[in-house]
Structures are given as C-alpha cells and as structure tokens.
C-alpha cells in the first residue's frame, strides 16, 4: 500500500509528461485509470507485430479504458467516471477537453472536490499557448536550455529530461499534491496550469541566484558548473568511453588532483582562475585520454574526488551502486527504473505490467454502476 492508496486518478491518454506523471501516482499506489483511444492500426513507435502496451513504461500499474471521445455519450461517460476521481489529469493543446465536453468547468461541475490537472507546453495561455511545440523548444524559451553544451557547439541538453520530465510532469505531480492537501481542508477542487516554460524557468532559479551576484555569465561553458572550469566536466577516455568530474569543494579538487597526479603541480594551484581553466583543461583532456574508463573507475570511483563514469541506458542497471540500492528492476521481463522515492513505511511499487489497450474497460464501468444495457449501448455507439 503505496502512500497515495485510496486515490483515484483518471489519466486522459496522450504523450508527452502526463503519462510520466500518472506512473508516478500509479507507483505510489494510486488507481489510475488511463483513458485511452481505441488503437486501430500501429501506435507511434510501435514495432510491426510489438504488444504496444509492453513497453510502454510511463503506462505501469495503471488501468486502461479504451474510449473514443468524440463520440457522442462519451463525454458523458467519463464525467461519471469523474464524479467519484479524485484527480484528473490531461496533456492535450487549450481548448481541447473543452471542445470535448469535459473542460474544468463540466468536471468540477461534476465533481467540485476534483483536481484538475492541466500540462502543456506554453500554458493554458499567453502568445503561443496555442502554438505546437515539444521539449526543446520550451526549454529554449525559459533559458534553461542555453546552458548545456559547449561554446563550440549548439546547446543541448538530454532529450524529454530537462522540459517534459522536470519543469513538466514533476512539477504537475507538486501542483496535484498541493492541492489534494489543500482540498481536504476547504472541500473544493481546482485546476492546476502547469506549463512545461515555466516550469524549467523554475528551474533555473540557482542559476539566476548566482547571475544576481555576479557569479554567473551569459556565456556558455564560460561559468564553473556548465563545463567552463577543469574540474566540472566530462571527458573521453583512451577507448573511446566518457567520465565525470565535478570537485567543486576545495578539498574535493585536492583529492581529484592527487588522484590525477597533479599534487603540488603550480599550474592547477589556481582552481577558481577562469583565465586558467581552457589551458587547465585541456591538460586534463590529454590525462583522461591516457587510459581506459574502467582504469579510470578503479582509480577515482568511491572516493571524494567527485568522480562516476558517464554510463549509456544499457549499462546504468549494471553497474554495483545501483544493483545495490535496486535502482533498476525488471517486471514482466522489462528492465525499468525502480519507483522513487524510498518510503519506510508505506513503499511504492510497481503495481502491475502496463496494461493492453482496453484491458479494464468493462472492469472500470461496471465498477462505476453502469448497467449491462448501458454498456451494450456504448459499445453499439462505438464509444467503447
């Protein structure tokens, strides 16, 4: 019994942060009703002869109701699902739950405790609210993006991580929770606009913080932490792997300096000298390039010099620390990341494989009291 049990989420299908947002309330024990379109034909990234649901992670532990929302009674259909959820959450462009039907204002109509979450990219309004877009392009416009990378090359930054995953779904997954606590006190719902540019705006606010006091500058890879210093960097080994070091602290940068050998040399005397790091690192690229990642591992990994090996999807569930914490798992023959984060009491849990499309459809109306003959009629009207 995850710390969310007793919650019920209605998760209206799409991608993007909301399904990623939904496995988070499913891990922690939530029900979560994934409303789904009837698939006919191949889903995105669907490999020809693939089970859709198999892999599809983010869908864990939910329940799917294949439904086609365009039909008439469907609207209706959902708003009785809607009357006994606690939570409600949709990723489609604004305007578009209301052209079906089932906007904040039917929902809460319906149900007045229910919290409704909204996740897009540019929010529910403001010049580009309606414009299409996708991660890149909102971590762009909040500045969160320019930063990653280096100066002689475009920005980047890890697709789907910084934007949908961080400054959306994580930050919608704090709005919902906010406002299930605030709901028991006053008894009354609310909408949460969580968009995707003000999210990662927010998250740049250490950043901004040292902008403030001087210790930032607009220019890429020319500050401490985004690759401008020796110590803070990532670098290629002699077979072609990468490592990472980020010895910030000073007595972190000694041990990563005695580990490297160069104690006592007078040219990384000078640690927080900008004038000094491109001719400081360049020294540290030519050392890293001198042996093998592994080599590197067995000399700098489990001290304090700051140091882990930059590790590919493939290789992250193998290594020892996070074999040991589990932060890996594998369900139904699936390797995923282990629900997170760690509860003593009350542990999440991966509550059940994802689910095929339309799985629990009849499970989930009958449980809602809609009758044999209503259901036989949904399905004559194809709305199930």
């Not at 399904?19 to 939530?30: I, R």
Request: hydrophobic content about 40%; glycine content about 14%.
């Amino acid at each position: 019994m995850g710390p969310l049990a007793g919650i019920k989420v209605i998760e209206v299908g799409g991608i993007g942060p909301a399904p990623f947002c939904g496995m988070l309330f499913a891990d922690m024990g939530a029900e979560v009703i994934l409303i789904e379109r009837k698939r006919d034909g191949a889903a995105f990234g669907q490999r020809p002869g693939d089970d859709p649901g198999r892999h599809s992670i983010v869908h864990r532990g939910k329940k799917s109701l294949a439904m086609d929302l365009k039909k008439p009674g469907a609207a209706a259909t959902l708003l009785r699902l809607v009357m006994d959820a606690d939570v409600l959450i949709e990723g489609f462009r604004p305007g578009v739950m209301e052209k079906l039907g089932l906007g904040p204002d039917q929902c809460l109509a319906a149900n007045r405790r229910l919290i409704y979450g909204r996740i897009t990219g540019w929010g529910q309004y403001g010049p580009l609210s309606r414009c299409a877009g996708h991660d890149i392009n909102y971590i762009s416009l909040s500045g969160a993006l320019y930063h990653g990378g280096h100066r002689d090359s475009p920005p980047a930054a890890p697709p789907t991580l910084v934007g949908d995953i961080g400054g959306g779904a994580m930050i919608l997954a704090i709005g919902l929770l906010a406002a299930l606590l605030e709901a028991r006190q006053s008894g009354e719902g609310q909408v949460i606009d969580a968009a995707i540019s003000d999210g990662s705006a927010l998250m740049t606010s250490l950043l901004l913080g040292l902008q403030q006091q001087g210790l930032w500058a607009d220019q890429r890879q020319g500050n401490f932490l985004d690759g401008g210093s020796h110590w803070y960097d990532c670098y290629e080994c002699a077979d072609g792997g990468y490592v990472s070091v980020g010895a910030l602290e000073p007595g972190f940068y000694r041990q990563l300096m005695e580990r490297c050998g160069f104690a006592g040399d007078a040219g990384f005397a000078a640690q927080f000298d900008p004038a000094q790091w491109p001719r400081q690192k360049k020294r540290m690229a030519e050392l890293f390039r001198s042996r093998k990642r592994d080599e590197w591992c067995a000399i700098l990994e489990g001290t304090d010099a700051c140091f882990a090996p930059v590790l590919s999807l493939s290789e992250a569930p193998q290594h020892p620390h996070n074999r040991a914490r589990n932060t890996f798992t594998e369900a139904d023959g699936i390797t995923q990341p282990a629900p997170a984060p760690r509860f003593s009491r009350t542990p999440a849990t991966i509550a059940g494989r994802p689910p095929a499309n339309g799985e629990h459809t009849l499970t989930i109306l009958n449980g809602a009291g809609f009758s044999e003959q209503e259901v036989a009629g949904l399905r004559a009207q194809d709305v199930i």
